[in-house]
Structure formats: structure tokens, C-alpha cells
């Protein structure tokens, strides 16, 4: 690991226990609330939904959707993202008092911030290709493949696992997890290569490819208004998600880090900055898991094809139940016409065993294989 990363992300994650406000007059009281109502929906919510995600975007990928691969990867991420979130409403919960150990901590906090810039990384790459799709639909027909798709996505996640990796290296204090420290050149420094890195760079991307697929599918005369409609939406979607979720959290750290350079490394003038930002920063932090929940709604199950998938499973699952409920009701009453003695032999056959909908092998082609994701070069 780099030696120079590791040395920065000591300085942002070790602070001593209280150091933070202590000596920054901080208060962890006023973002408790919101963070873990926040938090706390955010998993309930986001589990289901990417769940739901996962599978149907699965199916299509295996059906040679190359879009599916980029939603399926993201999904899987947030999954793995949600699975930590309890384990920070504890730690707010107990005033910010870490009683898991270091390792857990580490785990923790190396999840949390590969999420946010994997999922960055993915939705870059999900407005690429539609770029390519829409914007240069003749000349990336059939180099659109999936095996390219599955290698991008696999070197996102080595890429960002890689680069925070040094957490690993720490050193923990004891009852203390995830608390930034106060501003040094080092951090400031950090903040600086983060904005640009991680968030202007990314925003330059997605503002390019999809004002580019705007304007190509408003001078298109071979598509129809809904196909229009829906990657007008998709693009959308990409863009609102970005600002509302990733932005505040990053100008919030170039805000830091300008603040720390304005004053030169004022020891008394920085910390009493960051003690006034420290709740709205919290509460921008907390903003980006919300992404979590934006992702499987806005991408997949906005979709029409995926409603369509999502109110054929519950209608199964209705039918489902109601065949149990009458097998339940026949095995009852055959199990107590046994106990008469003029009951018939053929009364007491047991019901055939009912299969919940969604077990069985999808079979390609049928009628009940949920549609592709819509390719707008269609």
C-alpha cells in the first residue's frame, strides 16, 4: 500500500475518542436523530429493493443485456454497503463508542467509502453506454459486448478496493471508529485530489454523455416517443441521482479543505469552522447512502418492463398462497374424515405438493421471461 495514503487515512479516521469535540466544541447530539432514522430506512428499504434488483437484472444479463451487467454489479455493491448499516446506527446509538473491534471497524469503514466511489464509477459507466447506444448506435452495434461490461465492472471494484486498501494498516483506538480529525496540509490535500477525482471528473462525464444523448434523441426520427420517453428518464435519472446524493458530501470536503487553505492553517480559526460544518457534514454523508435506495427504483423497477416482471411475481405469489391455503383446508378435512370409520379410501389422498412461483428454472423464451432492459437503439 502506499505509504503516503496510508499516513492520510490515519489522519481522517484515527482521531483519539472525543478528540473531535473536544477540542472542536462538535456535537454528536444533533446529527444522532437524523442519522439513524436515516440510516435505519435506508436498510430497511434498500435491502428488498436491491435484492429484487439483483435477481431481475441477473435474468436479463444472462439474456445478453449489456446495461444489465452495469445494474447488476451496482446492486450487488449497495447490497454489500447495506449489510454494514446496522452496524452504524449502533455506533451513533451508543454516542459514537465503537465496542465491536478494530477488525470490524476496518471492515466497516473500507466498505462504506468503496461504495461511494464504486457506485460513482458504475453510473459513469452506465451513462457511457448509453451514450454509445443511443448517441452512436450504427457504430457500436455488436461492439457493445458483455464480456467488455463484466471486465469495466471488474476493474472498478479492484480500483477502488485497491486505493483504500491502507485501512487495513491502521491503528485503531479503542471505542472510537470513523471520526475525523482536524484539518492538516495532508487532509487538505486529500479533499482536494477527492473532489476532483471522485466527483468533478465523473460530473464532467455524465454531464457530457447525457447532454449528448439529449440532444441525439431529439433529433431522432427512428424512435418513438416512448423509447424517447425512457431514455430521456434513464438519463435523467443518472444525473439526479449523482447531484442529490454525491454532490453536497463533496462540496462539503472541497469546502474544508478551501477553508483550511484561506487560513493558512489557523489551528483556532479552522477548528471552530469545522465544529460549525461538523452536523451538516454528517448529514451530507448520511445524503450519499440514500443512492442506495435511488438506484433499484429509479433504474429498474421505473421501468416498464420491470413492473411488469414485479406484478407478475406478486400476482404469483397470490396464486401461490391461495393453492396452499386450499391444500391446507383439504389435508385438514381428509385428516379428519380418517377418523370415521365409513370414510372412503379416496378421500385421504394427499394433494399434490405446490411449488412456489419463482423456483423453478427460468426457461428462455417462454412467456414468463421478464423482458430485456430497453435498448434505445432498437
Not at 377418523?339 to 389422498?349: G, I, K, N, R, V
Not at 412461483?357 to 423464451?365: D, S, T
Request: proline share 5%; aromatic share 12%; net charge positive.
Amino acid at each position: 500500500p502506499c505509504p503516503w495514503l496510508l499516513q492520510v487515512l490515519e489522519a481522517m479516521f484515527l482521531a483519539v475518542p472525543g478528540l473531535s469535540a473536544g477540542l472542536c466544541n462538535a456535537s454528536f447530539e444533533e446529527s444522532r436523530v437524523v442519522l439513524v432514522v436515516v440510516y435505519s430506512a435506508v436498510c430497511v428499504l434498500g435491502l428488498p429493493a436491491n435484492c429484487l434488483t439483483a435477481w431481475l437484472t441477473l435474468l436479463q444479463a444472462l439474456q445478453g443485456n449489456v446495461l444489465a451487467i452495469y445494474l447488476f454489479c451496482l446492486a450487488l455493491c449497495e447490497l454489500l454497503y447495506l449489510s454494514t448499516l446496522p452496524l452504524w446506527v449502533i455506533y451513533i446509538q451508543n454516542g459514537h463508542r465503537w465496542t465491536l473491534g478494530p477488525r470490524a471497524c476496518k471492515v466497516t469503514a473500507y466498505i462504506f467509502f468503496c461504495n461511494i466511489y464504486i457506485s460513482i464509477l458504475l453510473l459513469c459507466c452506465i451513462s457511457c453506454d448509453r451514450f454509445l447506444a443511443v448517441v452512436y448506435a450504427l457504430e457500436s452495434r455488436g461492439r457493445r459486448l458483455q464480456k467488455t461490461a463484466v471486465f469495466i465492472s471488474v476493474c472498478v471494484f479492484v480500483l477502488v478496493g485497491l486505493v483504500y486498501y491502507p485501512v487495513f494498516d491502521m491503528e485503531i483506538q479503542e471505542e472510537s471508529c470513523f471520526e475525523p480529525m482536524r484539518m492538516n496540509e495532508k487532509i487538505a490535500g486529500y479533499h482536494y485530489a477527492r473532489f476532483a477525482v471522485g466527483f468533478a471528473i465523473p460530473l464532467c462525464t455524465i454531464a457530457f454523455t447525457n447532454h449528448r444523448i439529449f440532444r441525439s434523441i431529439k433529433l431522432s426520427m427512428g424512435l418513438t416517443a416512448a423509447q424517447k420517453a425512457k431514455v430521456k428518464h434513464s438519463a435523467i435519472a443518472v444525473v439526479v441521482i449523482f447531484l442529490v446524493c454525491f454532490a453536497p458530501y463533496h462540496v462539503v470536503l472541497l469546502i474544508k479543505a478551501a477553508t483550511f487553505s484561506y487560513y493558512r492553517g489557523d489551528k483556532v480559526a479552522v477548528c471552530a469552522f469545522e465544529a460549525s460544518l461538523y452536523t451538516v457534514s454528517m448529514v451530507f454523508l448520511c445524503l450519499s447512502t440514500v443512492n442506495s435506495v435511488a438506484d433499484p427504483i429509479i433504474y429498474v423497477l421505473a421501468t416498464d418492463h420491470s413492473r411488469q416482471e414485479v406484478s407478475r411475481i406478486q400476482k404469483g405469489w397470490k396464486k401461490w398462497s391461495a393453492k396452499t391455503e386450499v391444500t391446507k383446508l383439504t389435508h385438514s378435512k381428509d385428516s379428519e374424515e380418517m377418523h370415521f370409520p365409513m370414510a372412503l379410501a379416496d378421500d385421504c389422498a394427499l394433494p399434490l405438493p405446490v411449488n412456489p412461483p419463482g423456483l423453478q428454472p427460468a426457461k428462455w423464451g417462454s412467456a414468463h421471461t421478464p423482458e430485456r432492459l430497453v435498448e434505445e437503439t432498437c
